[in-house]
Every structure is written in C-alpha cells, then in structure tokens.
C-alpha cells in the first residue's frame, strides 16, 4: 500500500500515513491522461469566435459598375471577399469545444496522475493546514519548512479557507484548490502536491470507486 509523509501545520514530520492503492497505486495510462488534459483545455474555450461572410457584411448590394466596355474587371459586388471591408472566407464561427471523455476515463487519468506524484515523493499530507490570520510571511514560513519554497506547488484543502488562500496567493508558482475540485492541468506541472488528510479522503471518496 503506497505511504506519504505527514506533516503538521508547522511543517514538522510527524509520521507517515497510508494511501489508498486503488487511488494511488494506479498503472500509468498517459494516453488517456492526454485525452483528459485535451477535453479539460477545451472546454475552457468559449467558442463565441465569429466572422461575416460576404452575405452578412453591410453594403454590396448593387453591382458596382456595369458588366461590360470599362476597361475594368468585372465585379458583383464592393463586398467580396477581396475587396476592402469585404466578407471573411472560410473564417472562423461559433462552435462548441466538446471532446467527449467519459467519467471512467477521467478517473483514470486522474488516478495515474495522483499515483505517479505519490511514487516518486512529490505528494506531501498534512494533518491540518489553518494560519491564525492572513499573513503571507506564515505561508512562505510553512513552505520553507517543508523546503518547497522555490518549486511549483499545488495546496489540495478539503473546504474553502479565506485565511489560508489569501495568505498564499501572493506567492508565485503556489496554487490553492479545493479537492477533488482540480484539474489535470494544474496538477501535472505541480513539483510538489501538499493536501490535507481530508483533501485526501474526499478524493478517494470521488474517484478511488
């Protein structure tokens, strides 16, 4: 059964604490974490994106000079595609950014995700994470104890702390979240993943089924 370290408010080692092997003992599957990663940018895309054709841009309706002995080109229309203020060909229009990933494959990738930072000792557990008021100095305090104070860190709470997100926001490279309400994406690139006991259960609750 994989183990992670547990740590106090404080940063101090006070012991190990076991993890759940259908959650954290996972095979790699980077394909489907792929997948997963790609559904989730996407769906950041609000796809309003838009451009006028030549039957939607204002004007054009009369033929600009007549069909024959100008010495010109012959033209339809001012708003064609090549004249100046004319329609956009082939440009973009609104669509829906939905690649379909079902909720086994998403479980999946999370689980290889949370493994792999589990094997290789970047997932630290905390018995409770609280500060007594909103002090970036505690904050930058708590990661230099743990000496994770120069990389990229993803902080997993259980509920929603004011205290304990204001006091990390204004340290660069440190994420706040609230588990299992994360993505894919902010979790990959994280050096180290800090969560507490409770963060932990709520995730196994959700996707070690």
């Known amino acids: 059964m994989p183990k992670a370290n547990l740590y106090n408010a404080q940063g101090q080692a006070i012991g190990e604490v076991e993890l759940s092997d259908r959650l954290f003992g996972a095979k790699a599957n980077l394909g489907t974490v792929h997948r997963a990663v790609v559904a989730q940018l996407a769906h950041l895309r609000q796809g309003t994106h838009d451009t006028k054709t030549r039957a939607e841009v ?9 069909q024959k002995h100008t010495g010109r080109a012959r033209q339809g229309s001012i708003r064609a595609p090549h004249w100046r203020k004319g329609g956009i060909v082939h440009g973009p229009t609104p669509r829906d950014y939905n690649p379909i990933v ?12 949370l493994s792999d930072k589990a094997e290789n000792g970047a997932l630290l ?10 002090k970036t100095k505690q ?9 994770v104070e120069n990389e990229r860190v993803l902080i997993l709470l259980h509920e929603p702390n004011e205290i304990v997100y204001k006091s990390f926001r204004n340290i660069p490279n440190v994420l706040v979240r609230i588990a299992p309400a994360f993505a894919l994406h902010e979790i990959i690139p994280a050096r ?3 969560a507490t006991k409770q963060a932990i259960a709520k995730m196994e609750e959700v996707w070690a089924q």
């Open 102 to 113: 079902n909720r086994k494959e998403r479980r999946l990738a999370f689980r290889t995700v």
């Open 58 to 66: 204002r004007g054009g309706g009369r033929k600009p000079w007549r």
């Open 192 to 194: 180290r993943v800090i």
């Open 139 to 147: 904050a930058a305090a708590f990661l230099k104890s743990l000496g």
């Open 125 to 134: 557990v905390v018995d409770e994470l609280s500060f007594p008021e909103i």
